[in-house]
């Protein structure tokens, strides 16, 4: 059974992986659907570009969560070797294309 610490944790790593696994270290750029003048929106033309915005929000709350970059950077080699971390990060990035999903009424 997991403590709270623990579970702590792997909130932790999870967020950490969607900040930095998914895009190579050093990007920054954003999806070009899923941000407009008025700042980040669901809205996107494809599923493809869909995902990217799921992927997009789970690190916006990675660097709203930790902005120090080098921090990030740091443990990086802790969380790297983590299946269980991937499989959470995974996890985060689905739910939130889930929510993506319906907000482009699964594109139909």
Avoid: C
């Amino acid at each position: 059974m997991r403590t709270i610490t623990a579970v702590s944790a792997t909130v932790v790593l999870l967020l950490l992986f969607s900040a930095v696994l998914f895009l190579p270290a050093g990007t920054e750029g954003s999806s070009q659907a899923s941000t407009d003048a008025s700042g980040l929106t669901l809205i996107a033309e494809t599923p493809e570009e869909g995902f990217q915005i799921a992927i997009e929000l789970a690190r916006k709350g990675v660097t709203e969560t930790q902005p120090d970059r080098e921090v990030l950077q740091s443990l990086r080699p802790t969380y790297a070797r983590d299946a269980e971390g991937l499989i959470d990060a995974s996890h985060v990035i689905a739910v939130h294309f889930q929510t993506v999903a319906a907000a482009n009424d699964y594109w139909r």
